[in-house]
């Protein structure tokens, strides 16, 4: 079993930046590729980065390329995800997720946090 916590949501201005936070737990979390998805009301969750443990590989989808950033902190067992330049169109709930392959399908990851609120005022 796979525990992951997000943190960092909350209220801001368009073109302000925030930082989210998942700290992983658990029985060989680090075997697993790690991701950032989100999803706004009435939308399907989407991929938004991913990143491994062991190397620098990332992921990004196109929407967020150039203003965010998936990084890690192995020491701290904890991935972030600095946002700059938010828009109205990032209000979401921001999930985190461990997964076995990095990739944006959602049904390859099988763990996921609770998710915290983004949201993104014009």
């Known amino acids: 079993q796979v525990q992951l916590v997000e943190f960092g949501g909350g209220l801001v201005q368009a073109g302000d930046s925030l930082r989210l936070s998942c700290a992983a737990s658990?029985?060989?979390?680090?075997?697993?590729?790690m991701g950032w998805f989100r999803q706004a009301p009435g939308k399907d969750r989407e991929f938004v980065a991913g990143?491994?443990?062991?190397?620098?590989?990332?992921l990004y989808a196109d929407s967020v390329k150039g203003r965010f950033t998936i990084s890690r902190e192995n020491a701290k067992n904890t991935i972030y995800l600095q946002m700059n330049s938010l828009k109205p169109e990032d209000t979401a709930v921001y999930f985190c997720?461990?997964?076995?392959?990095?990739?944006?399908?959602?049904?390859?990851?099988?763990?996921w946090g609770q998710g915290t609120q983004v949201t993104v005022s014009s």
């Open positions: 997720a461990a997964g076995n392959l990095m990739r944006s399908d959602s049904k390859l990851y099988g763990y």
């Open positions: 658990g029985r060989n979390y680090r075997n697993y590729v």
């Open positions: 990143i491994n443990w062991s190397d620098s590989g990332t």
